[in-house]
């Protein structure tokens, strides 16, 4: 199998397990599974690498993306623990 | 309309110019040739990937449905695990957008014939000429634009070391002797290098990464380790993927494995390199180089 059907296989196997655990779990927090969706990109990428050039501006574009919401939800946590729930 | 007045007018400057020769002005055999007969290089050859198209295809609508299973999952349903599935939809889809940049725009089985025939019609071309020489893999550096290889057409003792950078022609002149005289051609390794993202160092773990990255990336090998002393280059190769086949120009350039190794190797010393010697041990292939200095 090339690398990229490995790479997408083992990414939608990672999500699967994460979103049907944390269901079963009844978890209610949806920036627990984002940052777990995050998580899990960003170490299934690192394990598949290298892509070529073009792949891999793009998939970088999605990483700053998923960082940037992971940061989003970590700053919103500090903002909560600081001055109580905000929503 | 434009663009068939100005065919008929070029048609036109080219009649008037096959008339002008034609009416004793230039003998026979000499006549001009007409500006739109001269040969222009073709541009580069632009497939289109029915294997891109498809993870296109799958990846907009894996996207879409997951922003839409999302959106309408926490505003409608207010459920939190179906919201993340449509989160992790998108994700996955923005992936294969993502990847469908990246993927190969012709079959395998297609390249392999390309390159098949491509090697074939090479090896015939080299046969004919008598050459029976092993290649040396210039860098870049000696040789223009791209690394290439360059064929000696007679066995001297002394392994051609260009100086100042050939020019970019099949036959070339190496050096000062009236038997300097080579063949320059372009390998799989040539290509394979403009793959990389910047050049190499020379220092070996460096050259082992940049080909691990190709190899991986090519899905020719699984990983490159490199042994290097001043002379010698061994580069050994786990699960190779290409076979060598009994071709005359195989052997003189080298497998194309052994080619792109080669091509790397010289393009980060900066120093001609010789294929000594090829082999398959088990599940690894070992390329022994020699550095010409």
Do not use: C
């Amino acid at each position: 199998m090339e690398l990229a059907s490995k790479y997408i296989l083992s990414l939608t196997l990672a999500y699967t397990l994460t979103t049907v655990t944390l269901s079963a779990l009844s978890e209610n927090r949806l920036d627990l599974y984002i940052s777990m969706y995050a998580l899990e990109y960003f170490v299934f990428t690192l394990l598949h690498s290298p892509f070529n050039s073009r792949a891999r501006k793009a998939l970088d574009a999605i990483g700053f993306t998923l960082f940037a919401v992971f940061m989003l939800v970590v700053a919103l946590k500090v903002l909560e623990i600081l001055y109580g729930p905000l929503l | 309309m434009e663009g068939a007045e100005a065919g008929s007018k070029r048609v036109g400057e080219a009649a008037e110019e096959d008339t002008g020769s034609a009416e004793g002005h230039e003998p026979r055999g000499r006549q001009r040739v007409p500006p739109s007969y001269v040969w222009d290089p073709l541009p580069p050859l632009k497939i289109r990937g029915a294997r891109g198209s498809s993870y296109i295809h799958v990846g907009s609508g894996l996207t879409l449905s997951g922003l839409i299973l999302a959106v309408a999952s926490y505003l409608l349903l207010a459920s939190i695990p179906l919201t993340a599935l449509g989160v992790s939809m998108t994700i996955l889809g923005s992936v294969l957008l993502a990847l469908s940049r990246g993927l190969p725009t012709l079959s395998p089985q297609a390249t392999s014939a390309l390159m098949e025939s491509g090697l074939r019609n090479v090896s015939a071309i080299l046969e004919e000429l008598g050459l029976s020489s092993k290649a040396v893999y210039l860098s870049s550096s000696r040789t223009g634009r791209d690394p290439k290889a360059l064929i000696p057409l007679r066995s001297n003792p002394s392994l051609p070391k260009p100086e100042k950078p050939l020019p970019e022609r099949f036959i070339v002149r190496y050096g000062a002797h009236p038997e300097d005289l080579g063949v320059l051609v372009t390998t799989p390794g040539s290509l394979a290098v403009s793959m990389l993202d910047s050049k190499p160092s020379p220092r070996a773990t460096d050259i082992e990464s940049a080909l691990t990255s190709l190899a991986v990336m090519m899905g020719l090998a699984d990983a490159a380790k490199v042994s290097m002393s001043a002379e010698r280059v061994t580069v050994e190769l786990s699960y190779p993927r290409l076979a060598r086949e009994e071709l005359w120009a195989y052997r003189l350039l080298g497998s194309p494995l052994a080619s792109i190794v080669a091509s790397i190797v010289a393009e980060a010393l900066g120093k001609p390199v010789l294929i000594e010697r090829e082999e398959h041990v088990g599940a690894k292939g070992i390329i022994d180089l020699r550095v010409v200095d």
